[in-house]
């Protein structure tokens, strides 16, 4: 069995909100180099907008205590490098002071999932800025159980059957699964509501196979109000049998609107980008994602390629910037900025509070 984990923090933004610093960078390679033989097969840091993805192939797991321990550790080195550097936010998503068994609820997020090696194992690395978990519903829902976008659902008679979709309520706490075509309209109900239900896990229909894992994690839920955000990382495995790389890429060739943006209040358009091109300074965005291919050999991992840095693509960045213009026309208003039950998280009940005694009973 190999485990991919990866884990990912915003510990410190060059400039403002809108990249991480090469030195952090450079600072999460050396905490990590010394542990690939002892700890893990292989590593890469990567990065989307603020945010550093550590991504770990190890032997070890899911929620393993060492690896977590590890990437707490090198969230505290960049962390350090940020205060020296003072850089904005440092320390942002570091929210307890001590680390016991696992990152949950310390505030990075992960996705995590372990799995025997196929003869050949190609992996996307999705990771986003200037969102939350809840942005995934929509292309995990499309690469898995849509046959517009995935026609091996139609066409592979091993995916014929469909998958089945582990969704998570973030507020009720609790978990259910869904097996899809047949239960596709009972999914949808929940999955619509991205701000609530958000999917944890695919499984292929044979068993606890796992075919895609996301981080759900909502770091304005942990905290109770508005700290940085939730930034999410989702790994998909592709081809025999599992969407092939390009169905699982296909949802993002459409711009979809997700929540988060200036101040984490704002939706706008998920912009799919190259590597390069994931430093969101327009109005701290728009949203922004990046897809990592790897290969994976003997747990090593071969790659990355940048998926979105593809022309193809260039038609749907087009068509996120015109939504991008639509929606900044709105300006406070909603449905730019996001309804009041979700601005609860964020400063703005500070202000309704100063403000609310002007209301008289009529
Ligand atoms: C969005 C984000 C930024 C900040 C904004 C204000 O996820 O992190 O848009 O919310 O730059 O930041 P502060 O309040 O720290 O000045
Ligand atoms: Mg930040
Ligand atoms: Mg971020």
């Excluded at 890469?44 to 899911?62: K, N, Q, S």
């Excluded at 998570?168 to 978990?175: A, E, P, Q």
């Excluded at 390069?276 to 291919?293: C, I």
């Amino acid at each position: 069995m190999v485990t991919i984990s990866v884990i990912k923090a915003d510990t410190g933004g060059f400039v403002g909100h809108t990249s991480v610093h090469p030195d952090a960078l450079r600072r999460a390679e050396e905490i990590l180099a010394p542990q690939k033989g002892p700890l893990l097969i292989d590593y890469r840091v990567a990065h989307v907008g603020d945010d550093i993805a550590l991504v770990m192939t190890h032997a070890r797991g899911v929620e393993n205590e060492d690896i977590h321990r590890l990437a707490w550790d090198v969230f505290q080195g960049t962390t350090a490098v940020a205060k020296g550097l003072k850089l904005y936010g440092a320390g942002q998503d570091l929210l307890g002071d001590s680390f016991s068994g696992t990152v949950r609820g310390l505030g990075p997020g992960y996705a995590e999932m372990a799995f025997e090696e196929r003869p050949s194992e190609p992996v996307i690395v999705f990771l986003a800025d200037k969102t939350s978990p809840g942005a995934w519903n929509l292309p995990i829902y499309r690469m898995f159980a849509d046959p517009f976008t995935t026609p091996g659902l139609v066409i592979d008679p091993k995916m014929h059957s469909g998958f089945v979709f582990e969704v998570l309520d973030l507020i009720g706490n609790r978990v259910a699964r869904f097996s899809c075509p047949e239960e596709a309209y009972d999914l949808l109900l929940f999955i619509g509501a991205p701000s609530r239900y958000v999917i944890r896990r695919v499984l292929a229909k044979s068993g606890e196979e796992p075919a895609c894992a996301t981080s759900t994690q909502r770091l304005s839920l942990m905290a109770g109000r508005y700290v940085g955000k939730d930034d999410p990382v989702m790994i998909v495995r592709c081809q025999s049998g599992l969407p092939a790389v390009g169905e699982a890429l296909e949802p993002f060739a459409r711009p979809m609107l997700v929540a988060g943006w200036m101040r984490g209040s704002h939706y706008g358009p998920l912009m799919p980008v190259s590597v390069e091109d994931a430093t969101p300074s327009r109005f701290d965005g728009p949203p922004r994602v990046v897809a990592l291919g790897f290969q994976i050999a003997g747990g090593r991992l071969v790659g990355p390629r940048d998926l979105f840095a593809d022309p193809a693509f260039d038609a749907a960045r087009r068509a996120a910037l015109e939504l991008a213009d639509t929606m900044r026309s709105l300006g406070p208003f909603e449905p730019h900025r996001l309804p009041l039950d979700e601005m609860e998280y964020t400063t703005m009940p500070e202000v309704l509070k100063r403000v609310e005694k002007r209301f008289a009973s009529v």
